[in-house]
């Protein structure tokens, strides 16, 4: 038998844990022949394939680049863009499943006139064209 009504209640500390984990998802560029100031389309996309949102704190940056190589980036390639897909920005409210989808025309620079690789890199992760252009 209840005698006391005010002692039913408990606290309980739950603790729900999870990370977020932005990924690739494709990359894709015009491929051929070009010359300095000509302008290419190039679209890239990305998930949250983790199991929680990025945090507001978390900073991702997602570079594109002109490469001598097609392996990573280096002091020698030259950065087409550079993307804050951090937790306040381009990430932002990103929850685990959700994709962004950037597609932009990207002029060549002038003073740059080789054979390249097209690279897009995020913290280490690198996805590149498979045939330089």
């Known amino acids: 038998v209840e005698t006391n009504e005010a ?56 570079q594109v680049a002109l490469s001598f190589d097609n392996s990573n980036l280096g002091v020698d390639d030259f950065i087409l863009r550079r993307i804050n897909a951090s937790g306040n920005n381009q990430g932002s409210n990103l929850h685990p499943g959700e994709t962004v989808t950037l597609d932009w025309v990207q002029r060549l620079p002038d003073s740059y006139q080789g054979t390249f690789y097209v690279l897009a890199e995020n913290n280490g992760n690198v996805r590149s064209s498979n045939s330089p252009t």
């Open 7 to 62: 002692n039913n209640a408990q606290t309980i500390i739950l603790t729900v844990g999870g990370a977020s984990n932005l990924q690739f998802v494709s990359f894709t560029h015009d491929e051929g022949t070009f010359f300095a100031g000509d302008p290419i389309q190039i679209s890239l996309t990305y998930q949250n394939a983790g199991t929680a949102p990025i945090p507001a704190a978390q900073v991702n940056t997602f």
